[in-house]
């Protein structure tokens, strides 16, 4: 099935060409190979199949691959590793469209001087973590929870981690770019031909194009800087249970002002019980099928990994000195509080690895929430951003834990406090073997985002299935930035090949598809 | 004196129609009007004289404006309140544009809780210094060291200031712009209708656009979110002093590694004894007039001031306990260095204010060192950007350094240490009733410019005069960011209408002036 307005003939014509500029071998089209880009854990793999999928090996190849594109009118999705499950994995938007996977490009740079990297789109972070490690570099990766993906892509998809890296957008430092017509283009001082400052200031002269090329289809991102945290001399920090709902409130408000003043540098993540027991445990063990996970359900789970109804841990990197006022400080906000349990922690360089995300370590087994149901399980990530502020957040709990429940979907939801605002991180997990299970999620998912909405809450991201109604709800002006948005995308992309419809924004030739 | 292509009768019209639209008492067409307008502290007034200006009251009062320039093809040059001398002040690149002055855009509204402020361009930094103290609003301002100018305006050309909010275009959260079109947006969460997270969260959905208003003509900018400081229980830190032109290098070496490692948040300035003696003195005091400043002077100098060849203050914020242990670490860095003179600073909420630039309160006793000479004074900044070592920082001012002789300047140069960055600021200063030395000040300049790009250095910013230049410098791929810039500008502004040739990006129809 090619994407459409392509006709078989010149779908047969590109992939001659894309053969011929990749490699016979790298370029994908059998059924199973098409299966293998498909959204892994949507309902139903058909509706963002590719056509096929093409690997170039260089920036010299992509290239050439985005000519063929424009020379037959064919769209193209780039994935950098493909492995962001829960928003689509490596699917394309449009039904039809050449993935164009970028995973053979794993050039790894890193300045351990000035603690930058510049990589390809295929190093992953385990490629980065043991390259690090092989050549003692004294610099620690932000890896989110799940790192098997890309340092690239989750960069450019505004993914987050643990340390005070953890936004990884914002250390974006310098890309090199195909763009849509060809073109190569580096941002910022790298726009100067062998420049030394190219990982070093972002900005650059003139208007900066950095978080432009994220979540963004105006060009496919072939080199990506970023900055590495200076590996710290400690790391310390206090791991908090609380043990009512209504906790979340006042925990809220006690943590967002150490947020706002940097005297907390990472984003805590105040997260349910579900996060232990999704991925350590099955849901038959703790209620029978189809029934919902009632109090005591709750206070089983609770009990077995001696965890609040809340959980968080802060952290603080640097010289142990400085670190102990901080922890000390933090302790002292808490003083008064009916906190449940409260621990420090406390890692000094020399002693082992921790061997956890918050020390900069990737890790894969929370994705074991898959298994949650039993089934082919699968998750939807649902991601909106809301105020830093107890009544707001505890409201937004109350609001979406009545949606799960009214949807009988379980709970599963942290709040990551940024600087100035709280991401409502939800992982909608189900079984894609139940069908009366998977028949309710796209409609407890447009609840989702409805009720958001009326709150005038908007997601940062979402999944495939979802963009246009997504980038829908960002109404000012009648869409005025839909509007600014694909008013650049003709410009940069007249054929539209590159990622129709990625975060709602459609080329001219294909915008009646919006949904 | 109408812009390039514009007739007078079209000229007249166009008037006619801006008076209507902003009333007549506010379009400025005289002889004295306009020079109000010129660069203050050109050589030459004339080259970049406006024809006239106008000064809209409210963002409808914009788009109109810019309908009108759209109708007649009239370039519109927006200044905020066009302050930024040393960098050509309200004047616009192409001769002839019209300035259009947003400086009675003064609307403030502060979100104390969560620290943040929407600002119209013609906000000062003593106006909204005023408004916080008049509301007892426990939030403080980062400031430039003259402060005279807009809020917003120092914001989107990336002006810097001393406390940990230093870095002013990356504190921009959301904007409102009138596009050349007439069209208006709202960018990052402010693109949904009523989000209250417009200020709270940066990046939005999809592409984001904040940074691309930044140092830009892709719009007029008519609201800017920006993440105000909470006032910090104290503020510590150290004044050091350093006796040789060679102490830089390793100045730079202990400072860098704490500035990359977060223990030092804010950007140190390392800057030569002449800041303090062009502010405070004149040069005719120190040598005779037409004679460089010799090793004595510079000797007399540094006594009066009792400071060093180089001084630097560095400061932190927060907490007493924290600041506390992250001072104590910072002077062990320096321990066994030959260090000329290093005090400590202490403040606490309670003490009476400092009243400087490192306690975020708006100053302009700076601007005195336009006096330096005793003529009619001014200065044109350089500003190129290298890594942040000691051993390229050291080069870099002992090129410049000779540079300075060669063209009988007085040097005069600060190195901000920014994260991983070095921005190796220069105010060269001059006398614009010295015919000799006003000759020699274009070629000290793209000497400066020259040497910078044999090392594969560059300007972030630069004076309205040189834009073209500094733009040319950014050459990889045949200047392929220029032709991004350019092909957006056409997509946007195809009548041409907004600032052309604003860092060096110039609309199709005007394409042919650059210089």
Chains 1, 2 share one sequence.
């Not at 010299?60 to 962001?84: C, D, F, Q, T």
């Not at 129709?500 to 294909?510: D, N």
Request: charged share 25%; aromatic share 10%.
């Amino acid at each position: 099935m090619t994407a459409p307005g392509v006709s078989p003939r010149v779908f047969a014509r590109a992939l001659s060409a894309f053969r011929a500029a990749v490699g016979a071998q790298h370029v994908f089209t059998s059924e199973d190979d098409r299966l293998a880009y498909a959204d892994p854990y949507s309902p139903d793999e058909q509706s963002h199949l590719p056509s096929a999928a093409i690997a170039p090996a260089s920036v010299e190849e992509v290239r050439e691959a985005v000519r063929i594109a424009n020379r037959y009118r064919i769209p193209l999705w780039p994935i950098s590793r493909g492995k962001n499950y829960g928003y689509g994995g490596p699917a394309p938007v449009l039904r039809g469209s050449i993935v164009l996977d970028l995973s053979r490009m794993k050039k790894i740079e890193v300045d351990a001087e000035n603690g930058t990297v510049l990589v390809e789109p295929g190093v992953g972070f385990f490629d980065l973590y043991d390259h690090l490690q092989a050549n003692n570099i004294p610099l620690w990766l932000s890896v989110p929870g799940n790192s098997w993906g890309s340092v690239a892509g989750n960069a450019l998809d505004r993914g987050v981690g643990y340390t005070p890296y953890g936004d990884h957008a914002a250390r974006i430092c310098g890309l090199e770019v195909v763009l849509p017509d060809g073109d190569l283009v580096r941002t910022g001082m790298g726009a100067m031909d062998g420049s030394p400052n190219w990982q070093l200031y972002r900005p650059g002269y003139g208007p900066s194009w950095d978080s432009m090329f994220c979540q963004s289809n105006f060009g496919v991102v072939t080199k990506l800087g970023l900055w590495l945290m200076p590996a710290p001399e400690s790391v310390m920090g206090l791991d908090f249970e609380f043990d009512k709902p209504e906790d979340l409130g006042w925990v809220v408000d006690v943590l967002a002002p150490m947020r706002r003043e940097g005297i907390i540098q990472q984003s805590p993540s105040i997260g349910n019980w579900l996060r232990a027991a999704a991925v350590l445990t099955r849901r038959e063990e703790w209620v029978e099928p189809g029934r919902p996970l009632n109090d005591s359900a709750i206070e089983a789970i609770r009990k077995r990994f001696e965890i609040g109804w809340w959980s968080v841990s802060v952290r603080c990197y640097g010289p142990v000195e400085i670190n102990e006022a901080t922890v000390r400080f933090i302790k002292r906000a808490f003083r008064g509080r009916s906190v449940l349990a409260m621990n420090e922690a406390r890692w000094v360089q020399g002693d082992p690895p921790e061997g956890s995300p918050v020390t900069g370590t990737p890790i894969t087994f929370p994705l074991a929430n898959a298994n949650w149901f039993g089934g082919r399980g699968g998750h939807i990530g649902y991601s909106p951003v809301l105020p830093s502020k107890g009544d707001l957040a505890l409201r937004q709990f109350q609001r979406t834990y009545a949606l799960y429940q009214q949807y009988g979907m379980d709970y599963h939801a942290s709040f990551a406090m940024g600087e100035r605002c709280l991401t409502n991180v939800n992982q909608v997990l189900y079984d894609r073997d139940d069908p009366d299970m998977m028949g309710r999620v796209d409609q407890f998912f447009r609840a989702l985002v409805a009720d958001a909405s009326e709150n005038r809450y908007s997601e940062y991201r979402t999944h495939i299935e979802y963009m246009d109604l997504v980038a829908s709800t960002y109404d000012f002006n009648r869409h005025a930035l839909l509007r600014l948005n694909e008013r650049v995308k003709d410009a940069l992309d007249p054929n539209g090949v590159i990622a129709p419809g990625k975060s709602g924004i459609w080329p001219a030739s294909r915008r009646r598809r919006r949904r």
